[in-house]
DNA sequence: CTTGACTGTTCGATTAATCTAACATAAAAT
DNA sequence: ATTTTATGTTAGATTAATCGAACAGTCAAG
């Protein structure tokens, strides 16, 4: 419907306009760091697909329906900024420019997921608990919390498995070209893997992820923690 | 760097790359539904940066620069892919769309955040239990479950609550626009609200949201559901 | 070898978004 | 009331991304 850019001209009219200030083309433009000459155009546009009404050398007014589409943008602006902020902890300011960017590309339904999402999260005390002790402690610690391993489950290296046996991810430590490679066949923390066969010397290790036949070298298998199953 | 769609193209001939398929214009042509002049274009800007090297009438080859940048798009891709799928419950196509999107506009910091946020969910049954029972429940009956409730206290309309009197936003019941205008004066829930001042007749209601000060109608307070601080 | 049938390339045109520079209007200061 | 400053507009140029149509190359079947 809409482009990204002009979405944004939308959604800054919007903002620059929250408790009636009058809105120039001046505001927009330092708003968005372009020309003048750049919002003129733009708002042209707007006011082609009836979004905005705007005399020579006047003020900018949202329409109804520019309103609407503005607050559309807004909200999922607004959901998008606190998932980053409160869940992940990105910094303010990188998360608002993160989130005018994505805002762009979430479909209705998903912003109202995230929506309700961040709303949950903000309810309910336990999931805050484990997100901002647990989890942060997992992002800077590299630890694995109590909470989350299961009683009486031996932590191995994929290399010490027998055929057979299966097992779930756990932990991945290599270099970002092996970790890299790893993820594109699947094997990330938390997915269950079996081991087919063993050649000898333990060089390569055939797997099955996701039904999928893998098969690893030893010095890939080397840096896989894995629970038995 | 590289523009949001040259992105696309590298990371279109690693998937189709994988398992040493030779990819040609036509593959990729097809994989992002343009035309093959179209990826010709986009190739020869992609070879002039030394991300791929191609000769006329020949495979599409990535570099090692080009291997590198089109694994951290993917990387991305699949880390607000999973994010999607496994947290907010987005249908597999349609998050993959999003992600495509969406990949392009995060950047390193918030990645890596969101993919050990998703490995941190696999690894621990516990977050996973409150996501998949808890907030699916929420997400699709609007019940707040019971571990999100405080024990003793009360829940009550804003309306009830006396001069001074602290509170946590618990729920917003009424339609779109009244909601959209509450948000976007920060009454969202999990926010906490002092009442300020009753008029006469309960109409309008001031009240302290995050240190600022706002009059709410009677009409808006009535749809705000509380709980007592 | 010749000849289709694909596959790949070139060229020219289009669209969206942006800029600069020159010009026009409005508001404020003198 | 005139001048200055700030604000807004226009016109023309540029860049990225795309397309369609015409042309060129490859390769396997006959
Ligand atoms: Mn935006
Ligand atoms: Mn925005
Ligand atoms: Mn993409
Ligand atoms: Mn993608």
Redesign the pocket.
């Known amino acids: 419907m809409?482009?990204?850019?002009?979405e944004?001209?939308l959604e800054s009219i919007f903002l620059l306009g929250r408790g009636r200030n009058p809105v120039?083309?001046?505001?927009?433009?330092k708003k968005?760091?372009?020309?003048?000459?750049?919002?003129?155009?733009?708002?042209?546009?707007l006011q082609q697909e009836g979004f905005v009404i705007?005399?020579?050398?006047?003020?900018?007014l949202l329409t109804q329906k520019g309103i609407e589409m503005a607050s559309r943008v807004y909200e999922r602006h607004l959901a998008i900024f606190s998932f980053l902020v409160e869940i992940l902890g990105v910094p303010e300011e990188i998360a608002n420019k993160e989130a005018c960017g994505i805002e762009h590309y979430i479909g209705e339904e998903t912003a109202k997921t995230l929506s309700l999402f961040i709303e949950f999260s903000r309810l309910c005390p336990q999931l805050q608990k484990i997100i901002y002790e647990d989890f942060r402690k997992y992002k800077n610690s590299g630890t694995i919390p109590d909470i989350c391993s299961e009683e009486g489950k031996k932590m191995l290296k994929l290399t010490q498995l027998k055929v057979g046996q299966k097992a779930i991810v756990k932990k991945i430590d290599c270099d970002r070209s092996i970790k890299s490679r790893l993820l594109t066949m699947g094997i990330v923390p938390g997915v269950e893997i079996q081991v087919e066969k063993v050649a000898p010397l333990g060089d390569p290790i055939d797997i099955l992820v996701r039904g999928y036949h893998l098969s690893l070298r030893r010095e890939e298998a080397q840096c896989i923690e894995v629970e038995e199953a």
Chains 1, 2 share one sequence.
Not at 2 to 6: D, E, H, R, V, Y
Not at 24 to 29: E, P
């Open positions: 809409l482009s990204m850019t002009l944004d001209y120039r083309i001046t505001d927009v433009a968005l760091k372009v020309k003048k000459s750049t919002v003129v155009n733009a708002i042209r546009k705007h005399e020579r050398y006047g003020d900018i």
